[in-house]
């Protein structure tokens, strides 16, 4: 057995997991959290559920290292009762990133996790992100493989009072794969947590984003999926008001193209003592192609009485008028259909603070335009 | 034709010739039989009503797929206008200023000017500029322009006021040297210290290699742009044409009279 099964506490929650995702199984599409994302074909693809024999990483290490905060904190936030695929990890699970910063510290690069996948095989990435008070961080969870694979990462962050956290998950899997993850946050008082949720790969991808906010906190979720081909990318988030004067921003903007499909849930729960929360959310999809789909569905909660929410998604096509604009100065048609998609994409990947990050995602978002023209179409 | 047209030009072939040029869009019948010849270093102007169909004529010319083109031909440097797509004819140096020049959040002005140039050099066999020779020529284009320079970095006529978006256009077309410049209403909207600058921008441009078609409803842009030629244009055709008097002619009586024009030439 793994050495997370050394910490009776842990073994337990994992027995537990094991035992939920037995009696459950995979989600279907008759609830209403999965209604557009159908996963039987993970299911289906026979790819082995239990994962392959563990390497040795820094959570395994630290489970025998410093195992009073991973049992603290190991599978205390991400819920196994409301999410098969995080008791199908938290059962499963053999290794994955354990980044603990003290308090009061500053962590001037960005740290990068980098999760390359093997073809034919499941895994199941555990990352526990522990930041103590006052310090300050950037981190980037990267995703890639090649060939057909299912990768079931579970991400759990604390984030320290008056901490200051970003993390950037840059999905790039095949488009054969199968990518399912959960990010799950809980910030304490006046904490700042940013997240940009950047899912450019896979061929059945599911996020789910979620963030707990204490008083005086801000959270910000944004994203952007780019898809095409037969690809289908779920973004669910959530944002849970739990107490008073926290400020939330969520951006996300998805391009469709091909007989892709997406779908955007953003929740915002606002709770009975949250007073003078202020939360904001938008949502906007640039559709290239007639066969694409996007359910996009806000979900407020708002229980307390003195606070100011607001939502928008929008659906549309590329601006006609701008593209005649820059093809009447001699822009080519392609170059200035992948100008108004990169335009369009741009204040996302503006809003990361990581400049190198920038410059690579611009990159690849236009190498992902024109391969797009160039390659015959990938089933899934 | 003008015979002082004929006279000038004899030993020179146009660059633009339009002949009978029918367009519709939907089922709207917009341009019902334009004819207009136009010789390298002239200016001419395209005055008539609203409605007459003189933005149809200068988006048909640049290329916009919202017009269907019916019946007649567009010539230019002696090739089928027509067959090409729009940014082939930027390329070969067709050039409008956009009655409403469009706003695109996210692209800077001076990436799109890039790569505007840039795509124009390619096209007659010259090298791409590199940044530090295209700044260069853009600070000096943004002078004859009175331009700020902190709006090379702005997103493309995103936020400007309708005089810069205007200025905007006739800076483009300073930087991008076209053989045909369409100026749709460039001068509507304007104060006149914004008209004259732009006007200025214009007549700098002026050359014996150059030609000008501007559009407009008002007279008083040709007090600043002097024609060599006027046209008026109504009910989708040229009703008639002068030189420059003809301006001055509409704006006393105004365009009340091309009523009966118009029934002639039907």
Known sequence: ??????????????????????????????????????????????????????????????????????????????????????????????????????????????????????????????????????????????????????????????????????????????????????????????????????????????????????????????????????????????????????????????????????????????????????????????????NAVINTKPELQILADDVRCTHGATVGQLDQEALFYLRARGIDKRDARDLLIYAFARDVIHRIGVAGIQTYLEKALFSRLIDSRRLPEVTS | MLVSQVEGTLSRSPVLEIKNLHAKTGDKEILRGVSLTVYPGEVHAIMGPNGSGKSTLAQVIAGRDLYQVTDGEVIYDGKDLLELAPEERAQRGIFLAFQYPVEIPGVSNLYFLKAALNAIRKNKGEAELDAMDFLALVRQKMALMGMDESLLNRAINTGFSGGEKKRNEIFQMAVLEPRLALLDETDSGLDIDALKIVANGVNTLRSPDRSIVAITHYQRLLNYIIPDYVHVLADGRIVKSGDKSLALELEETGYAGIDALVEVAR
């Open chain 1, 1 to 290: 057995m793994t050495a997370a099964a050394t910490i009776p506490a842990l073994a337990e929650i994992r027995r537990r997991a094991a035992e939920l995702f037995e009696a459950r199984g995979f989600p279907t599409t008759r609830e209403e959290e999965w209604r557009f994302t159908n996963v039987s074909s993970i299911g289906r693809a026979r790819l082995p559920i239990a994962p392959p024999s563990a390497q040795v990483h820094s959570l395994r290490a630290a489970l025998e290292q410093e195992p009073e905060i991973i049992e603290e904190h190991l599978a205390r936030y991400a819920s196994c009762e409301s999410n098969p695929f995080v008791a199908l990890n938290t059962s499963n699970f053999e290794d994955g990133a354990f980044v603990h910063i003290p308090a009061n510290t500053i962590v001037e690069e960005p740290v990068w996790l980098d999760f390359k996948a093997v073809p034919g095989r499941t895994t199941h990435p555990r990352n526990l992100i522990v930041i103590g008070a006052g310090s300050q961080i950037r981190l980037v969870e990267r995703y890639t493989g090649a060939g057909k694979y299912f990768t079931n990462a579970v991400t759990e962050i604390v984030v320290g009072q008056n901490a200051v956290v970003e993390h950037i998950k840059l999905e790039e899997e095949s488009l054969e794969s199968f990518h399912v993850a959960t990010i799950q946050v809980r910030q304490a008082r006046n904490s700042n947590f940013k997240s940009h949720n950047i899912s450019f790969g896979g061929g059945l991808v599911r996020n789910d984003v979620n963030a707990v906010l204490s008083t005086g906190c801000e959270g910000t979720l944004n994203g952007l999926y780019l898809t095409n081909f037969k690809q289908h990318v779920d973004n669910h988030t959530a944002l849970d008001h739990a107490a008073h004067h926290a400020v939330s921003h969520e951006l996300y903007k998805g391009i469709l193209d091909g007989a892709s499909s997406a779908v955007f849930n953003g929740k915002i729960f606002v709770r009975k003592d949250a007073q003078k929360t202020d939360a904001k959310q938008t949502n906007k999809n640039l559709v290239l192609s007639e």
